[in-house]
């Protein structure tokens, strides 16, 4: 009965065509988003490659302090510049994929879009530091802070020269300046590993003395040069 | 809505690529004519916030071109535009939308929409890199409305389409230009002649001529010749 007169009063009044509803449906302001949201959002198009290489080297430590492979430190050591180089590569995307001119001008810019991609990147090489560390520490008998030290020291230098060479007019052309000094310092490590074993010694001892001062002065730079990459993203485009 | 350009420059080194522009634009479709190297793109770029002009200003309704809020207004086609490698036409829509914030179910609805208008719909899930130059322009043209622009910055968008998909998207752009103030930047004068409300014509960084063009003005594309020969 009650669907019978809903059905007679739809047939007898007509719903009157809605009137400047597209207007109406524009003039409504966009919600405003969170960076919470912005990094969450961003963190979805980050490229597989940088997660599965974060995992392998969480698996690595693992399978080392398992297996008590002692270079394991030492390999990881070397590993963590290529981290860096990644995530360099992978914060400049827009530039290499000629997206620059679409990301700066939607509504949250490209300088929000790499800050974003950073701020991702590093928590990322943030939460594999906070695992390998404590487990090498644990399996090879060493200081955590020092062994964390060791790991993150590499990171930022490979960190810092690249945010420098990508604003520089070689590093602007070339897309894969930061994977050469990832190598470079990868190779160093390597060779005061294997040849210069005195040299090596030498570098603990500093590290033992002054690891966390070198750590937070580096991370310090790192921060300076990112945020001036940050703030040049949108000149050099 | 008015969108204003007042005094608008870009200097590069010692070359004035834009001179003391000034103009004032409100809903409806400007075509923006000029020869190549004339500044048509170094303008819209001003015009989109990408570039920073050396002086002048520009805004819509006292909203500077600076803000987030007049970017939130805006729909670009650059004239040249890449997209990253893994992406389908739908995944880039989808990830402009993001950028420009709009939330995710609305996103999708209007991704569909728009990839069905440009004619993309059946090939929405193939990456772009399969795609042809006039399929690749017409994924620009779907990103650029994808947030219902106010204001709809075009640079040469017809670059790339066969002379079938021109047509429909002169006639799609006259359909938005009701309500939108649509900017279209081109060097070919059939592309605007018959759904601009309003030319600008610019030469050697400069604007030789501004307002709509009717025909006791005579041919547009004969003035268009003489000016850029």
């Not at chain 2, 036409?89 to 914030?101: P, Q, S």
Request: hydrophobic content about 50%.
């Amino acid at each position: 009965m009650k669907n019978e007169w809903k059905d007679m009063l739809n047939d007898a009044f007509y719903a009157p065509e809605a009137v400047k509803k597209k207007e109406f449906l524009r003039s409504i302001r966009q919600r405003e988003m969170s960076s919470f949201e912005m990094i969450w959002q961003q963190a979805a198009y980050i490229r597989i490659h940088v997660w599965i290489f974060a995992v392998m080297i969480i698996a690595f430590a693992v399978f080392g302090a398992a297996t008590g492979l002692g270079s394991t430190q030492h390999i990881i050591a070397m590993i963590m510049p290529f981290t860096a180089s990644f995530s360099v590569i992978e914060a400049q995307r827009s530039k290499w994929c000629g997206m620059t001119e679409l990301e700066m001008a939607t509504r949250f810019s490209l300088r929000s879009v790499v800050l974003a991609r950073m701020t991702i990147l590093g928590a990322v090489t943030f939460v594999v530091l906070c695992v390998i560390s404590p487990v090498i520490s644990v399996a090879f008998d060493q200081g955590a802070v020092l062994t964390a030290v060791r790991i993150l020291i590499p990171y930022l230098v490979t960190m810092i020269i690249s945010l420098e060479a990508e604003r520089s007019v070689i590093g602007r052309k070339t897309g894969y300046c930061p994977l050469m000094i990832a190598a470079v310092v990868s190779v160093f490590i390597y060779w005061m590993a294997g040849f210069e074993t005195r040299m090596l010694l030498r570098y603990l001892d500093i590290l033992e003395s002054w690891g966390i001062l070198i750590a937070l002065g580096l991370l310090a730079l790192t921060f300076a040069e990112q945020w001036k990459t940050i703030n040049n993203v949108e000149a050099f485009a | 809505m008015n969108l204003t350009v007042d005094r608008i420059t870009k200097q590069y080194k010692n070359k004035l690529a834009v001179d003391r522009i000034s103009f004032r634009l409100s809903e409806g479709v400007t075509g923006l004519l000029g020869a190549n190297g004339a500044g048509k793109t170094t303008l819209m770029r001003m015009m989109s916030g990408i570039l920073e002009p050396t002086s002048g200003e520009i805004a819509v309704d006292g909203i500077p071109v600076q803000s987030e809020e007049y970017r939130a207004l805006l729909g670009y086609l650059p004239q040249d535009f890449g997209y990253y490698p893994e992406f389908s036409a739908r995944e880039f829509v989808l990830y402009i939308a993001a950028l420009k914030g709009i939330e995710k179910k609305k996103a999708r609805k209007k991704t569909e929409e728009l990839l069905e208008v440009v004619g993309l719909s059946e090939v929405a899930g193939k990456k772009i890199r399969t795609f042809s130059g006039g399929m690749k322009q017409r994924v620009g043209i779907a990103q650029a409305l994808v947030n219902d622009p106010k204001i709809l910055i075009l640079d040469e968008p017809t670059a790339g389409l066969d002379p079938k998909e021109r047509v429909r998207f002169r006639n799609l752009i006259a359909e938005i230009g009701k309500d939108t103030i649509v900017l279209f930047s081109t060097h070919i004068v059939s592309d605007i002649e018959h759904i601009a409300n309003n030319v600008l014509m610019m030469k050697e960084g400069q604007l030789i001529h501004e307002g709509a063009w009717s025909e006791d003005k005579g041919d547009l594309e004969k003035f268009y010749m003489e000016e850029f020969e």
